[in-house]
């Protein structure tokens, strides 16, 4: 049995418009206004890499770093040649950026792999490589722990599908493949375990999933218009793919692991072509930069983010330990939130305390010491404004709270702590855990 948290199961209010919205930023320092640059974030660091472009007609060779707030020019012992139209992503299996291909600044098409460690890039020397291209694309995939490499212009457009595993690349057949094309652009899609890919130069406003074997077309209920030369990344947050750049329209799509959803609201950057999109693991945002006639850095974020951070400890059973809350789940408007709670004895029943408060209930502050009513070494650390039981499944259970997509929600906070009826732990025969805090947020 398992009961829902008052306020959201009583509001059934209208649907929520977009809960994302574009910031432009005033850095200090920004580089030339670049455009078919390339740009990817590395964790290691905490920075935003942005490499080559071209700028009034010259063609670069400078690395530049974005801490959220500022740019910074590196200054690496080794540099690779300048070029553009070339692609760059984050491997966090390895801790490297990846970079394949371009043109150089003579025109010439480059078939080079480097990786950047956080201070300097290396170049690669791997037995077997795609052939040299330009306008093609590149994403980590994280179920297989290789870069991903598709289409591009090659003495003409191709379809080929490579991977980079660190050391070699090798070719991956498949049976069906999208047509030939260059200026596409993929990601790893979170909700299906697949890559994204969509639209490209000439093409159609066609979406394909790479599932690790093949390719397979998709046709979703809604679909962002053709385009090519755009910019995708994966919210990691919002298990979305964001999707910005077009030529004619400033507009933002985004997936969500069954169809497009348009997110096009003010205000917006101008459109713009050639330009890139990074993903702020820290930040959880979006940084883009480039392809306007002023160097222009936006950040691309939920207004208000979901959040759920658990604190505290909690007092042990007859197990010898005390309840524990987990999740990789957030509170977000529309979605089920669940959390499980571990640790538990065996033949007990779970509890979870819920309320709006850590740090006042009705008989004063929190936490409070349960030990006058049988629990020494307990404290209660949300108000108990709800319990709910419920039935473990071995030594978890899992609480679930079905949030209405309701405006008067967003932002709104509410707490919980687990437990459980543990006979012989103690006088009361009940045990508590540590709590959680939560912010509901909108995608």
Not at 16 to 24: G, R, Y
Not at 30 to 40: G, N, R
Not at 183 to 206: C, I, P, R
Request: aromatic fraction near 10%; glycine fraction near 10%; charge should be negative.
């Amino acid at each position: 049995m398992n009961h829902h948290l008052a306020p959201c199961t009583l509001l059934t209010l209208s649907m929520l418009s977009a809960q994302t919205a574009w910031t432009q930023l005033t850095p200090a320092l920004s580089p030339p206004a670049f455009t078919a640059h390339a740009m990817a974030y590395f964790l290691p660091t905490d920075s935003t890499v942005l490499f080559g472009g071209q700028f009034a007609g010259v063609r670069y060779s400078d690395t530049w770093l974005f801490d959220g707030s500022n740019w910074t020019q590196a200054n690496p012992a080794t540099v690779p040649p300048a070029r553009v139209a070339h692609t760059l992503c984050y491997d966090s299996l390895r801790a490297r950026l990846v970079m394949f291909g371009g043109l150089s600044a003579s025109g010439a098409t480059l078939g080079d792999t480097w990786e950047w460690d956080g201070s300097d890039w290396t170049q690669m020397n791997p037995a077997t490589s795609p052939p040299p291209r330009w306008a093609h694309c590149m994403a980590f995939h994280p179920l297989r722990g290789t870069t991903l490499l598709f289409g591009g212009y090659s003495g003409g457009n191709v379809n080929d599908l490579w991977e980079w595993n660190g050391v070699d690349w090798a070719p991956i057949v498949t049976a069906s493949s999208p047509s030939p094309r260059r200026a596409t652009d993929m990601a790893f899609d979170t909700v299906t375990g697949n890559m994204l890919l969509f639209s490209g130069y000439l093409q159609t406003n066609d979406t394909f999933l790479f599932d690790g074997t093949n390719w397979v077309q998709q046709f979703p209920a809604t679909s962002p218009p053709a385009r090519y030369d755009h910019t995708m990344e994966t919210d990691l947050a919002r298990n979305r793919v964001v999707l910005y750049g077009n030529l004619n329209a400033a507009d933002t799509w985004e997936w969500n692991g069954a169809t497009w959803i348009d997110r096009t609201s003010l205000p917006m950057p101008a459109p713009r072509v050639d330009t890139y999109l990074a993903y702020d693991w820290v930040r959880e945002e979006m940084t883009m930069f480039g392809s306007s006639p002023t160097p222009e850095t936006w950040r691309y974020a939920p207004v208000t983010p979901a959040t759920y951070t658990v604190a505290g400890g909690g007092c042990p059973g007859t197990n010898g330990l005390s309840p524990s809350l987990s999740t990789t789940l957030r509170p977000w408007l529309g979605e089920t939130f669940a959390v499980t709670i571990g640790q538990l004895p065996n033949n007990s029943i779970a509890l979870m305390i819920s309320g709006l408060s850590d740090t006042m209930w009705a008989l004063g502050s929190l936490p409070a010491s349960l030990a006058a009513i049988g629990m020494p070494g307990c404290l209660l650390q949300v108000d108990p404004f709800l319990i709910d039981a419920i039935l473990p499944v071995g030594n978890t259970a899992v609480w679930m709270l079905p949030i209405p997509q309701a405006a008067t929600l967003l932002g709104a906070q509410f707490f919980n702590q687990g437990g459980a009826l543990d006979v012989g732990a103690n006088a009361a025969n009940l045990i508590v855990g540590n709590h959680g805090a939560a912010v509901i947020g909108g995608k």
